[in-house]
């Protein structure tokens, strides 16, 4: 099993930033890679970022692309979304997994209970 633990969500103004982190605990950290998710109101939970076990690899929704980035650090069980030039369709409530990476919520058994972010125009 894997516990994890996502904080930083908040409000935002839109072009402004924020950084979540994301802490695990229980199983072997780098066993897995990470992946962001993130589920609108009356939308289906959706991909946004991802990373491999060791950090060397990461894999983007379109959405995101060269506005998002993710870091992990393997000594403190913890991976950082970095989010800047937030706009208000970024809205949502993101949630941390852990499993294989891809682009479905499916290769991630593993999930955090979310953060609340909320990018105000």
């Known amino acids: 099993q894997v516990q994890l633990v996502e904080s930083g969500g908040g409000l935002v103004q839109a072009g402004g930033s924020l950084r979540l982190s994301c802490a695990a605990s229980?199983?072997?950290?780098?066993?897995?890679?990470m992946g962001w998710f993130r589920q609108a109101p009356g939308k289906e939970r959706e991909f946004v970022i991802g990373?491999?076990?060791?950090?060397?690899?990461?894999i983007y929704a379109d959405s995101v692309k060269g506005r998002f980035t993710l870091s992990r650090d393997n000594a403190k069980n913890t991976v950082y979304l970095q989010m800047n030039s937030l706009k208000p369709e970024d809205t949502a409530v993101y949630f941390c997994?852990?499993?294989?990476?891809?682009?479905?919520?499916?290769?991630?058994?593993?999930w955090g209970q979310g953060t609340q972010v909320t990018v105000s125009s």
């Open positions: 997994a852990a499993g294989v990476l891809w682009y479905g919520s499916n290769s991630y058994p593993y």
């Open positions: 229980g199983r072997t950290f780098s066993a897995y890679a």
């Open positions: 990373i491999s076990r060791s950090g060397g690899s990461t």
